[in-house]
Nanobody
Framework: QPQLAEHGGGEVHAGGSLRLSCIGD????????MQWHRQAPGKEREMVAAINNGGSDVTYADSAKGRFTIFRDNEQNTVYLHMNNLKPEDTAMYYCYAVKIAQGVRSDYWGEGTMVTVAS
């Protein structure tokens, strides 16, 4: 059964840092692109950062640029999101997402999320 498990959420003060991790199991992690999404209370889910399967190409939402870093370790089936200079508006549930599109067929998985709370 494919699954993603996020870890590392918690409560920090504004200006602090957190590192989230997401471990994949039950599917070929290394051929999937990985993303981090977040959903704040009362808001829609948004993509925060993305990384291709090999780790050579990354993309960030404007809100994350310069503060967040996504990277992966395919040997450990893990993707990370390191977050610096956290702001209260970063408070959200953070979700890990794996996606692969091959020959027009989409295969994707979501984790259950880890909560990040940034106190002002």
């Amino acid at each position: 059964q494919p699954q993603l498990a996020e870890h590392g959420g918690g409560e920090v003060h504004a200006g602090g840092s957190l590192r989230l991790s997401c471990i994949g199991d039950g599917f070929p992690f290394r051929i999937y692109a990985m993303q981090w999404h977040r959903q704040a209370p009362g808001k829609e889910r948004e993509m925060v950062a993305a990384i291709n399967n090999g780790g050579s190409d990354v993309t960030y939402a404007d809100s994350a640029k310069g503060r967040f870093t996504i990277f992966r370790d395919n040997e450990q089936n893990t993707v990370y999101l390191h977050m610096n200079n956290l702001k209260p508006e970063d408070t959200a549930m953070y979700y890990c997402y794996a996606v692969k599109i091959a020959q027009g067929v989409r295969s994707d998985y979501w984790g259950e999320g880890t909560m990040v709370t940034v106190a002002s």
